[in-house]
Protein backbone atom coordinates (compact mmCIF):
# COMPACT_ATOMS: atom_id res chain seq x y z
CA UNK A 1 0.00 0.00 0.00
CA UNK A 2 1.39 3.38 -0.80
CA UNK A 3 1.42 6.44 0.83
CA UNK A 4 -1.51 9.07 0.04
CA UNK A 5 -0.94 12.74 0.88
CA UNK A 6 -3.86 15.03 0.61
CA UNK A 7 -3.41 15.90 -2.73
CA UNK A 8 -3.92 12.27 -4.11
CA UNK A 9 -6.87 12.24 -2.00
CA UNK A 10 -8.40 15.52 -3.68
CA UNK A 11 -7.49 14.18 -7.24
CA UNK A 12 -8.83 10.83 -6.64
CA UNK A 13 -12.25 12.56 -5.35
CA UNK A 14 -12.33 15.01 -8.60
CA UNK A 15 -11.26 11.75 -10.29
CA UNK A 16 -14.32 9.94 -8.88
CA UNK A 17 -16.47 12.81 -9.73
CA UNK A 18 -15.64 13.03 -13.31
CA UNK A 19 -13.40 10.45 -14.81
CA UNK A 20 -12.62 13.00 -17.71
CA UNK A 21 -10.96 15.74 -16.50
CA UNK A 22 -7.54 16.37 -17.89
CA UNK A 23 -4.47 16.28 -16.11
CA UNK A 24 -4.16 20.11 -16.97
CA UNK A 25 -7.80 20.98 -15.93
CA UNK A 26 -6.73 19.14 -12.83
CA UNK A 27 -3.57 20.51 -11.93
CA UNK A 28 -4.97 24.42 -12.36
CA UNK A 29 -7.44 23.14 -9.88
CA UNK A 30 -4.60 21.89 -7.30
CA UNK A 31 -2.09 24.02 -8.34
CA UNK A 32 -0.15 21.24 -9.80
CA UNK A 33 1.42 21.45 -13.33
CA UNK A 34 0.25 19.39 -15.99
CA UNK A 35 3.26 16.77 -16.06
CA UNK A 36 3.23 16.84 -12.15
CA UNK A 37 -0.34 15.75 -12.30
CA UNK A 38 -0.29 13.36 -15.02
CA UNK A 39 2.82 11.61 -12.94
CA UNK A 40 0.51 11.28 -9.86
CA UNK A 41 -2.44 9.79 -11.84
CA UNK A 42 -0.19 7.46 -13.56
CA UNK A 43 1.37 6.62 -9.95
CA UNK A 44 -2.09 5.65 -8.66
CA UNK A 45 -2.73 3.82 -11.50
CA UNK A 46 0.58 1.58 -11.59
CA UNK A 47 -0.42 0.94 -8.05
CA UNK A 48 -3.87 0.02 -8.53
CA UNK A 49 -5.80 2.41 -6.62
CA UNK A 50 -7.13 3.48 -9.99
CA UNK A 51 -8.03 0.21 -11.63
CA UNK A 52 -9.85 1.80 -14.66
CA UNK A 53 -12.26 4.43 -16.07
CA UNK A 54 -15.76 3.51 -16.67
CA UNK A 55 -18.63 4.95 -18.59
CA UNK A 56 -21.98 5.23 -16.28
CA UNK A 57 -24.91 4.62 -18.87
CA UNK A 58 -28.12 5.72 -17.63
CA UNK A 59 -30.30 2.09 -18.05
CA UNK A 60 -33.52 4.28 -17.68
CA UNK A 61 -32.62 6.56 -20.07
CA UNK A 62 -31.84 3.94 -22.49
CA UNK A 63 -35.47 2.01 -22.03
CA UNK A 64 -34.83 0.33 -19.03
CA UNK A 65 -36.67 1.61 -16.49
CA UNK A 66 -36.53 -1.29 -13.58
CA UNK A 67 -33.72 -2.40 -11.60
CA UNK A 68 -33.74 -5.45 -9.64
CA UNK A 69 -30.93 -6.64 -6.99
CA UNK A 70 -31.55 -10.80 -7.21
CA UNK A 71 -29.69 -12.58 -4.64
CA UNK A 72 -29.13 -16.34 -6.24
CA UNK A 73 -28.73 -19.44 -4.16
CA UNK A 74 -27.09 -22.23 -5.65
CA UNK A 75 -29.40 -25.35 -6.23
CA UNK A 76 -26.88 -28.22 -6.33
CA UNK A 77 -23.43 -27.14 -5.06
CA UNK A 78 -20.55 -29.03 -5.71
CA UNK A 79 -22.44 -30.40 -8.58
CA UNK A 80 -21.98 -27.17 -10.91
CA UNK A 81 -18.65 -25.39 -10.79
CA UNK A 82 -18.77 -21.11 -9.89
CA UNK A 83 -17.20 -20.52 -12.79
CA UNK A 84 -19.83 -22.71 -14.60
CA UNK A 85 -22.44 -20.26 -13.04
CA UNK A 86 -20.48 -17.13 -13.47
CA UNK A 87 -19.74 -17.41 -17.22
CA UNK A 88 -23.33 -18.42 -17.67
CA UNK A 89 -25.15 -15.30 -15.98
CA UNK A 90 -22.45 -13.03 -17.37
CA UNK A 91 -23.76 -14.25 -20.50
CA UNK A 92 -27.09 -12.20 -19.60
CA UNK A 93 -27.26 -8.54 -21.42
CA UNK A 94 -29.88 -7.33 -18.26
CA UNK A 95 -27.39 -8.75 -15.88
CA UNK A 96 -25.26 -5.54 -15.26
CA UNK A 97 -23.24 -7.23 -12.25
CA UNK A 98 -22.25 -10.43 -10.81
CA UNK A 99 -20.98 -10.77 -6.96
CA UNK A 100 -20.64 -13.92 -5.12
CA UNK A 101 -21.04 -13.36 -1.60
CA UNK A 102 -21.35 -14.97 1.69
CA UNK A 103 -24.84 -15.05 3.46
CA UNK A 104 -28.07 -16.30 2.46
CA UNK A 105 -27.52 -16.86 -0.78
CA UNK A 106 -24.72 -17.20 -2.59
CA UNK A 107 -24.98 -14.76 -5.66
CA UNK A 108 -25.80 -10.91 -6.17
CA UNK A 109 -26.99 -9.76 -9.38
CA UNK A 110 -28.02 -6.26 -10.11
CA UNK A 111 -30.64 -7.10 -13.16
CA UNK A 112 -32.05 -4.36 -15.52
CA UNK A 113 -35.54 -4.68 -17.52
CA UNK A 114 -37.70 -2.36 -19.61
CA UNK A 115 -40.69 -3.34 -16.83
CA UNK A 116 -41.37 -5.49 -14.34
CA UNK A 117 -43.01 -8.11 -17.05
CA UNK A 118 -39.46 -7.90 -18.73
CA UNK A 119 -38.25 -8.63 -15.54
CA UNK A 120 -40.21 -11.74 -15.03
CA UNK A 121 -39.20 -12.79 -18.45
CA UNK A 122 -35.33 -12.21 -18.09
CA UNK A 123 -35.77 -14.32 -14.37
CA UNK A 124 -38.14 -17.20 -16.10
CA UNK A 125 -36.36 -17.88 -19.44
CA UNK A 126 -32.85 -17.18 -19.01
CA UNK A 127 -31.93 -16.56 -14.81
CA UNK A 128 -33.81 -19.89 -13.51
CA UNK A 129 -32.93 -21.90 -16.45
CA UNK A 130 -28.92 -21.86 -15.51
CA UNK A 131 -27.34 -24.37 -14.40
CA UNK A 132 -27.42 -24.87 -10.68
CA UNK A 133 -29.86 -21.95 -10.08
CA UNK A 134 -31.72 -22.68 -7.18
CA UNK A 135 -33.78 -20.23 -4.32
CA UNK A 136 -33.88 -16.43 -5.57
CA UNK A 137 -35.19 -13.20 -3.77
CA UNK A 138 -35.63 -10.14 -5.99
CA UNK A 139 -35.51 -6.63 -4.19
CA UNK A 140 -36.40 -3.76 -6.67
CA UNK A 141 -34.43 -0.25 -6.74
CA UNK A 142 -36.74 2.22 -5.44
CA UNK A 143 -34.17 4.65 -5.91
CA UNK A 144 -30.49 5.48 -5.59
CA UNK A 145 -28.15 7.96 -4.37
CA UNK A 146 -24.25 7.78 -5.42
CA UNK A 147 -21.98 8.03 -2.15
CA UNK A 148 -18.67 9.52 -3.08
CA UNK A 149 -16.45 6.40 -1.22
CA UNK A 150 -13.87 5.94 1.08
CA UNK A 151 -12.54 8.83 0.83
CA UNK A 152 -15.08 11.07 1.85
Not at 2 to 25: C, K, M, P, V, Y
Not at 80 to 103: C, M
Not at 106 to 119: I, K, M
Request: proline share 3%.
Amino acid sequence: MIELDEIDRRLLRALQQDATQSAGALGRRFGLSQPATWRRIRRLEETGIITGRRLRLNAEALGFGVTVFLGVKLGRKGQISLEDFERAVSAIPEVQTVEHVLGLYDYRLRVVARDLSDFERVLRRRIMTLPGAGDVEANVLLSEERMPGPLG
